[in-house]
């Protein structure tokens, strides 16, 4: 087995409600493969990639739910 090395790439959503804007999902993807775990484990349970690798900052997944805040206020006159 090829020695694999990864990261875990967190899923977050976009708040209002944190400093930063966003806030972290208990869910993270596997860069390797893409397999999505609900926490960070040592190794990737699909590929097996050991993930000791640091995630770069802008690695996450943004999750869009703010779909129902589809305001198009078209005023009709
Ligand atoms: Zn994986």
């Known amino acids: 087995m090829a ?3 990864a990261y875990w790439i967190h899923h977050a959503r976009k708040t209002e409600s944190t ?3 966003y806030i972290f999902l208990p869910k993270c993807d596997c860069s390797n493969c893409g397999y999505t775990s609900t926490m960070e484990k040592s190794v990737c349970p699909s590929c ?6 640091t995630a770069p900052k802008d ?5 869009d ?3 129902k805040e589809e305001k198009k206020e078209e005023e009709k006159k």
């Open 59 to 63: 690695a996450m997944v943004v999750e």
């Open 3 to 5: 020695n694999l090395h």
């Open 48 to 53: 097996g990639a050991a993930m000791d690798r």
């Open 65 to 67: 739910d703010d779909k």
């Open 19 to 21: 400093v930063t804007g």
